[in-house]
């Protein structure tokens, strides 16, 4: 993408995205009226960002996770905020393990699971994944058996839809979900955050920031492509590799009509 494209990219972006949408809840007012809505039962004093855009990576082998919004109130509950433009089908299981990650940072070797923290995941979709016209899905461990019975393990995930048309939700919250959404109605937070939008792409930082983590996506496509194309390679020459030995073909002669070494021979043997 040229820098002019970029540059009209980034002009062109709303609430939708999760960079600026990161950037935007970066203002605590503006992220506690969010969780107000989400939660009307609540009234949240004050809340603090352990790391906005927190990068979670436990150990080498494990996945990274870079959360859009992560912050904590004044009664220590730990919300995770995405959002989500696209449903490639992961988004629960894509869930769980946000959750597990989460928890792996709340406590330290040797505590007491006490200590975790109650924790909200919530994804903010542009489609209802779940396909129930519903503007807010809840999920919390019940027993299978007795419904009743609540696992009360403090772990909440929420899924919001901002496609749906029944009356679910507070309008204040239906307000927000559809200005992400693109259906602009008055309402004074939306206001707020139509302005905040729109000093956000003023910042030449961040605009430096998105350009910069853009071009650096771009270039792991690529790189995931490149290797695809290598991987599709290297298998076709296994599959010929295995044919010719069971053809009788000699290590010497795969080895010169196939460019390949004596470990890939060898390793080709093994499916025979």
Same mark, same amino acid.
């Given at each position: ?5 970029? @540059?009209?990219?980034? $002009? ?16 605590? +007012? ?5 969780? !107000?809505?989400?939660? *009307?039962?609540?009234? #949240? ?7 906005? @855009? ?21 009664? !220590? +509950? ?5 959002? @989500?433009?696209?449903?490639? %089908? ?11 990650? #989460? ?7 040797? $505590?007491?699971?006490? %200590?975790?923290?109650?924790?909200? #995941? ?8 779940? +396909?129930?016209?519903?503007h807010i899905y809840?999920?919390?461990?019940? =027993?299978?058996?007795?419904? %009743? ?5 403090? /772990? ?7 496609k749906s048309d ?5 309008? @204040?919250?239906? /307000? ?9 109605? *008055? ?17 030449? &930082?961040?605009?430096? $920031? ?8 771009? $270039? ?14 290297? !298998?076709e020459r296994r ?7 069971? &053809? ?9 009509? =196939? ?10 043997? +093994?499916?025979?």
């Amino acid at each position: 993408m040229e820098t002019n494209e970029r @540059q009209e990219d980034w $002009e062109s972006l709303g609430l939708s995205n999760d960079f600026l949408f990161g950037k935007v809840m970066s203002n605590p +007012k503006l992220c506690i009226q969010l969780l !107000e809505r989400i939660f *009307p039962e609540l009234e #949240i004093e004050r809340i603090e960002y352990p790391e906005l @855009q927190k990068s979670i990576k436990e150990d080498v082998d494990a996945r990274s996770v870079r959360l859009d919004v992560y912050v904590k109130d004044s009664e !220590e +509950k730990v919300y995770d905020i995405e959002m @989500q433009t696209t449903n490639n %089908g992961e988004l629960p299981k894509r869930s769980r393990y946000y959750q597990g990650m #989460i928890d792996l940072q709340l406590i330290n070797r040797g $505590e007491s699971y006490r %200590g975790l923290n109650q924790s909200y #995941i919530i994804f903010i979709c542009m489609e209802d994944i779940f +396909k129930d016209n519903r503007h807010i899905y809840t999920f919390e461990n019940i =027993c299978i058996q007795n419904n %009743g019975i609540v696992l009360r393990d403090g /772990a909440v995930k929420i899924f919001l839809n901002t496609k749906s048309d029944r009356e679910d939700v507070t309008p @204040q919250l239906k /307000a927000f979900l559809d200005y992400v959404d693109g259906r602009k109605t *008055p309402d004074p937070y939306v206001e707020e955050l139509e302005k905040a939008v729109a000093e956000a792409k003023k910042n030449r &930082k961040w605009r430096h $920031e998105y350009m910069t983590l853009l071009m650096r996506d771009q $270039e792991n496509i690529e790189k995931g492509r490149i290797q695809g194309r290598k991987e599709g390679i290297k !298998e076709e020459r296994r599959k010929i590799i295995i044919n010719m030995l069971s &053809k009788g073909y000699t290590n010497e002669q795969i080895m010169m009509l =196939c460019d390949t070494s004596y470990e890939e021979i060898n390793e080709c043997k +093994k499916s025979l």
